[in-house]
Structures are given as C-alpha cells and as structure tokens.
C-alpha cells in the first residue's frame, strides 16, 4: 500500500498536500480500526467475563478515554461502559500484585457520597470524614472489616482529596489501594494509581448521584479479604453478618 502510495506521487506542493492527507486518512482509519477492534473485545470480555488483551486495551482507551466516551454517547450507548471496561481490565491486571500486599499496607478510600443523608460524621480536611460506625449505611461494614484486618479506611471528600491522600499512604508505607468511586472518578483513580504504581482494585458504585449512592458492598467486602486466610475471612465476614 506504502509504494502505491508513493509510486504515482507528484512532487508539486498540491501533489504533496494530497499524499499528506491520503497518510492521514489511513492512519485515522487504522487507529479507528483498533479502536474498533479493542472495544468489541474488551466488551465481550467484560460481558462474558473473560478477559482477552488486557494491557493493550487499557492502553488504547487511556489515550482515546475522551473520543471514545464522546462515541458511546453519540450512538447513544451509556459512556460509563469504557470506564467499567476499563476498571474490569485493571482489576484483572493488578489483582496479584494486590492480593501479596497484606491488608494492614492497603488502603481503602470511599466516597463521602456513600453515606446516609444523616450521617453524624465529623469531617477533617486532613483525613476526610470520621466514620462514627452508627450503621446508617454500608461504610460501616467496611470499617467494622478494615479495623479486623488492619486496613485503613478514608472517606473522601472529593477526588483530589483521594489523590492526596494516596500519596500520603504511599509515603506512610502503604503499597495497594482498594477505590470505591462513581465511573469517572475510579477510571480517573486507578490511571493515577498506575502513575504512581500503587496496585489499585476498584469497584464503581452502582448508584451514583451527590448523595446515598449505592455500591455492591459484597463485591467491596471480598476485595478487601483478598490474600486473607480462609478461617480468617469467615471470621470476619460473622462480624458484619
Ligand atoms: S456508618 Fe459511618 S459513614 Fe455511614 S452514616 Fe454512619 S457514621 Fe456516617
């Protein structure tokens, strides 16, 4: 295709102007072509569970996040998909180095947006909001199973909060994070968790909205017992029973 290209070629400015815009055309057409490719697998792979080409896909939506999530939209496709593929993607890619990290070096952040609209929680700008665990929502269950397992938990305020507090943890010794967070601010996590290389495990929320969101706290409680011994983890799940 490249000596085609070059073969009938006229060295004259409009002759170059036209090569340019064919090598154009067919670059634009074999990055939408993988594109393409990448996102039917990644969503046959997040539907049917399997997991096929993680590391290239997780490296085409990072760069193409934003022309991509404008896509979904355009055929009128739930946007959030690329951030569930993706997230699906990373789990499946950092799910050893997190499990070898024990749980007393991990670090779970939550979403202020998760608890009860009367949550009586105090709020510190140093370490975000300070679980009362009054049982009014689920963070309660994390507390109840972090302070089991030795994992310090944070409720988040907003995700530049998390970012900072993520890098406080890394300096304080900590070396894998648990993210719970709507789509946007998990994707968004988890990339600067890579940059940061931190293993990160995330799971979005199911409900999201300013306030009482939603999240499968089961999903939340077994990625946290990821890497405990069995008894262990069956001693603790009777605590939040
Ligand atoms: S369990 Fe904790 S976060 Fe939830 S409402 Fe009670 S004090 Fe607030």
Redesign the pocket.
């Known amino acids: 295709m490249a000596v085609g290209l070059f073969k009938d070629v006229e060295w004259t400015p409009v002759g170059v102007l036209s090569l340019v815009g064919q090598v154009l055309a067919i670059v634009f057409l074999l990055v939408g072509l993988s594109l393409l490719v990448a996102i039917a697998f990644g969503y046959f792979g997040y539907r049917k569970g399997v997991v096929l080409f993680p590391q290239p896909i997780v490296l085409l939506i990072d760069v193409f996040y934003s022309p991509l999530k404008r896509a979904f939209s355009v055929i009128h496709r739930d946007p959030r998909l690329v951030d569930d593929i993706s997230i699906a993607l990373r789990n499946h890619l950092n799910r050893d180095d997190y499990a070898i990290v024990p749980p007393k070096d991990r670090v779970i952040l939550v979403p202020q947006c ?3 609209t ?4 105090p709020m510190s700008s140093e370490d975000g ?1 300070g ?7 689920d ?2 269950k994390i ?1 109840k199973v972090g302070e089991a397992i030795g994992t310090e938990i944070y ?1 988040a305020p907003g995700g530049r909060f998390a970012k900072r507090i993520l890098a406080r943890s890394k300096e304080g010794g900590k070396r894998a994070v648990l993210g719970v967070a709507c789509h946007t601010d998990l994707y968004e996590g988890m990339l600067a968790s890579k940059i940061g290389k931190i293993p990160a495990q995330g799971v979005p929320l199911s409900t999201e909205g300013c306030v009482a969101t939603q999240v499968d706290i089961e999903r939340v409680i077994d990625m946290m017992l990821v890497g405990v011994e069995r008894e262990e983890a069956a001693r603790v799940r009777e605590l939040i029973a």
């Open positions: 998760l608890r009860h009367r949550c009586p929680a909001f679980c009362k665990v009054c049982g009014l929502c963070i309660a507390y409720i």
